[in-house]
């Protein structure tokens, strides 16, 4: 792991459901991981101020009753959250966060909610900023494997051990050690017969990745796209921008 740096933080969101413009955050996770193992972790439960659908509750347990008697405020913690986010993005520490629009996305609608500094603009502020999405790297790495794409499948292929899927803490933890073990893949036997890049990642500056990033992600949601509007639903939109999704009035005015 001589190729990149001793120190990683992970992060990771549960919240009420799956939409990133209204849906709330009920747990999160810090973790700050030194040579490939947990170091130190701050873990939030939060009371969102809105029922927790049942669905929700199936995927990370967490009922309306447990958030509301045992959760923050909503507004201290959406602010403590951000908080450490800056000090990864200031630093220029790596910052992995699995999916990356989607938590970093929600969790700038929580800040703009709450009259916190949105995430967005934490961002586009942050001169040393790095940040990795292994579902991302993994899609540019070996994009002809078969097989889903999410955490848990990700932990198998990688051989990272992933104690209790859908606890921020953990699936925070899984993210940084697959993504570690991605950047360390200079080529992957098991791949004979497909084409992988791991070169493209492998010994790479993670600045440039952070950046490459955003292109590649484009294009992955672009062949994806087009494979939706020729297989299923001809007018489908699939998000392309990365590592946040811009708000929808923006969106509104590119188009």
């Known amino acids: 792991m001589s190729q990149f740096p001793d120190t990683f933080i992970g992060f990771d969101l549960e919240t009420t459901g799956i939409d990133v413009e209204t849906d709330r955050i009920v747990t999160g996770a810090w973790v700050e991981v030194l040579h490939g193992s947990l170091r130190r972790s701050r873990k939030w439960l939060v009371d969102p101020g809105i029922p927790i659908p049942a669905e929700a509750t199936a995927v990370h347990t967490i009922t309306t009753e447990m958030a509301q008697a045992e959760g923050m405020n909503p507004i201290r913690a959406t602010a403590q959250i951000a908080g450490r986010i800056w000090a990864a993005l200031s630093e220029g520490v790596p910052l992995v966060i699995m999916n990356a629009p989607y938590d970093l996305t929600l969790l700038d609608r929580e800040c703009r909610r ?22 991302v790297l993994d899609r540019r790495v070996d994009p002809f494997r078969p097989g889903k794409r999410r955490l848990t499948a990700l932990c198998d292929y990688y051989g990272v051990t992933l104690d209790g899927a859908h606890e921020a803490g953990a699936d925070a933890l899984a993210a940084v050690q697959v993504t570690q073990a991605i950047l360390g893949t200079a080529d992957d036997p098991r791949a004979f017969g497909r084409s992988t890049y791991h070169h493209e990642v492998h010994g790479q500056d993670l600045v440039e990745l952070y950046s490459k990033q955003k292109l590649w992600f484009a294009a992955q949601s672009a062949s994806y ?11 489908a939109s699939v998000n392309g921008t990365w590592p946040i999704i811009p708000l929808p009035e923006v969106l509104a005015n590119a188009a």
């Not at 934490?122 to 999405?133: F, G, N, T």
């Not at 796209?225 to 007018?235: F, I, M, Q, S, V």
Request: charged letters at 25%; a negative charge; hydrophobic letters at 40%.
């Open 114 to 135: 709450y009259d916190v500094t949105p995430i967005s603009e934490m961002i586009a502020s942050a001169k040393d900023a790095v940040i990795l999405d292994p579902y």
């Open 225 to 235: 796209e087009n494979w939706l509007r020729r297989a299923r639903t001809p007018g």
